[in-house]
């Protein structure tokens, strides 16, 4: 059972270049989310998803893009990196129904530097 | 504005020792409160709660909210070395399924 996996792990950009970090879950979450971690921010959460075709932005969404045309997968463009865009990206999912849709679970993270 | 504070935000023990961590908050729509831990890696989850005074426990892990107060706390009896980790508190939302973290407690037990 994969869980919930980030690809890629590692990544080192310009700035100016477009992004793309994917995010595949095999549970069959309805919520997925995309968090950001820097050092004295802690998470920050980019976008959500609660369905298939359903985005809401987070605390911090500008300069990212997100679509979820399948359950499963649940990509974050970068349209254009900035420098500020550095830092470790988290992919979570969870449940639907009762205490299961709170609880979150996190994908590896995939480190970006833009250079 | 809403917003998770954890205190302290680092902390050195012993092993054997007993620690208390803190998490208060003061948000709108409050639906629950979840810790988790993180090591190396990506945060892994250890607790929700969502009632006032009762107690989740397991292990030598234990927490407990107060809604009234707003605060959460997280226990760890008897450290040990792999306890070590930044442990983060987290609010999710009930309008939305939004979620606020805290900066977190790093957390070191030496031998």
């Known amino acids: 059972d994969a869980g919930i996996t980030q690809s890629p792990r590692y990544k080192i950009t310009e700035t100016g270049r477009q992004v793309t970090l994917m995010c595949h879950q095999t549970w069959s979450h309805s919520y997925m989310f995309w968090y950001r971690q820097d050092l004295g921010h802690g998470l920050r959460l980019i976008y959500y998803?609660?369905?298939?075709?359903?985005?809401d932005k987070g605390e911090v969404p500008d300069g990212y893009v997100v679509s979820r045309s399948k359950t499963e997968n649940f990509p974050l463009t970068l349209e254009s990196a900035t420098r500020s865009q550095t830092s470790v990206y988290f992919c979570?999912?969870?449940?639907?129904?009762?205490?299961?849709?709170?609880?979150?679970?996190f994908g590896p993270g995939t480190r970006l530097t833009v250079l | 504005e809403d917003k998770v504070v954890q205190s302290p935000l680092s902390l050195v023990v012993h092993e054997g020792d007993t620690v208390t961590l803190n998490c208060s908050y003061e948000v709108t729509n409050f639906r629950s409160l979840l810790w988790y831990k993180q090591e190396k890696k990506a945060p892994t989850f250890l607790f929700m709660l969502t009632s006032s005074g009762i107690e989740k426990k397991s292990g030598r892990l234990s927490s407990i909210l107060d809604k009234k107060e707003l605060f959460s706390i997280l226990n760890i009896t008897a450290t040990q070395t792999g306890d070590s980790a930044v442990y983060l508190c987290?609010?999710?939302?009930?309008?939305?399924?939004?979620?606020?973290f805290g900066a977190g407690t790093r957390l070191t037990v030496k031998p």
């Open positions: 979570a999912s969870s449940g639907t129904g009762g205490p299961s849709t709170d609880t979150q679970y």
């Open positions: 998803s609660a369905a298939a075709d359903i985005t």
């Open positions: 987290a609010v999710r939302f009930y309008n939305n399924n939004d979620m606020r």
